[in-house]
């Protein structure tokens, strides 16, 4: 992976080299475990060739590692026809959850919008604006205690036309408008039992991340162009990642905030970090992706900042499938200011568990490991550096 960037000076490069050498070794170490036997099957690539091959390949991944804050810029900075924002907001888009500190939409889940059915003819709320919900949906009742008399009978009075305005649509309407947005889904639990919901249909999905993003970050105006001509791209069937690119080129446009933010919005955008945090932990501790568990959280902060935040879970690969020794969350905070422009980038590790079920030799290795890599975070978060630079050979 290489990123654009001016070509710093060879009195710049040879401070680097010496202030990054003593890391370089060890994320030649790490980084090269995973690449070396793969290789030397890759398309009759063999003996010489291959190791050369190897070693090129070895080079680019250390500099992304070392370098992960200019390289994950670099990534930021390339056009939108270039990154993988078509592909993943469809496949990934229920995963984004959109969280307005100032108050001017409701906040926006889509992950738990799973438990509808149409045998028992429950119809969704409305899904304009989808308030994250931790529990079975009472807050239609709105008979708090804590509400005082006045507000009781507002909300009572409320409801009670949503009520009549929910009466006066036929059944058979809101179950066309329910089949119009969702569909069934089939997953595999970690019990290892299959689980059947209700869950958006991806369209639906995109509908809602790009209209109401677009409301927050360009305006009404961007919103109603984006609704009134989204059918025109997004057809529900075909192939909907190059609908959605033709979308993003013709109604969002490459200089638009939204454009600025959605170009996050995508899983290469975590490369550079992830290989930060496995070339500081991976020699030590092998571990490997946590299969399902990304996430997004896009917070609008009160002073006009933007915080994506990506999250993902990594295990061992030692130990059982379903105890394995530890298991980990890390996070990649990219913030950008008021003008969409990304003012700093963080990672770090915000969760571990360490198994109850190995020795506490292995524990005590397990937390020293955590602690380098800790120590690792605080630094390179500390560093300010972030213009892209481009990858120079380790040697």
Known sequence: ???????????????????????????SSSLSKNTSSSLQLDNGINGGDAKKFHDEHKNNLNQVALNWKPNTIGIWKRSHEKLAIHTDIPRLGHKIEIIDKMDRLQNISF?????????????????????????????????????????DEENKQQQQQQQQQQNETPKSEQLIEHNSKYTSLTTLTSHGTFSTAQVLKKEEVVYQVLTN?????????????????????????????????????????????????????????????????????????????????????????TDGSVVASHSKRQQSTAGAENDPEFEFEWCLSIIFDKEMVISGLKVEVTDLIISKNISDDKKQEIQRAFQVLQQATNNTNNNSNSEPIPLNKVD
């Not at 490069?13 to 003593?22: A, C, L, P, T, V």
């Not at 080129?249 to 454009?259: A, C, K, N, P, W």
């Open 111 to 151: 992950s738990n919008v799973t438990s509808i059915s149409l045998n028992n003819n429950i119809i969704p709320p409305n899904n304009t604006d989808i308030k994250k919900q931790d529990s079975d949906d009472n807050s239609n009742n709105n008979n708090d205690n804590i509400i005082n008399n006045k507000e």
């Open 1 to 27: 992976m290489g990123t654009c960037g001016s070509k710093p000076s060879k009195k710049t490069n040879i401070k680097k080299n010496k202030n990054n050498s003593k890391d370089t070794k060890r994320l």
């Open 213 to 301: 993003l677009a409301h927050l970050l360009d305006g009404e105006e961007k919103e109603k162009r984006i609704k009134s001509t989204f059918s025109n791209y997004i057809k529900g069937s075909g192939d909907m990642s190059q609908q959605l690119l033709a979308l993003l080129g013709q109604e969002v446009g490459e200089s638009s905030r939204l454009m600025q933010l959605l170009k996050v919005c995508h899983q290469k955008i975590i490369l550079p970090s992830y290989y930060f945090i496995k070339a500081n932990l991976f020699e030590d501790l092998p571990f490997r992706d946590k299969r399902g568990s990304w996430r997004m959280r896009i917070t609008f902060e």
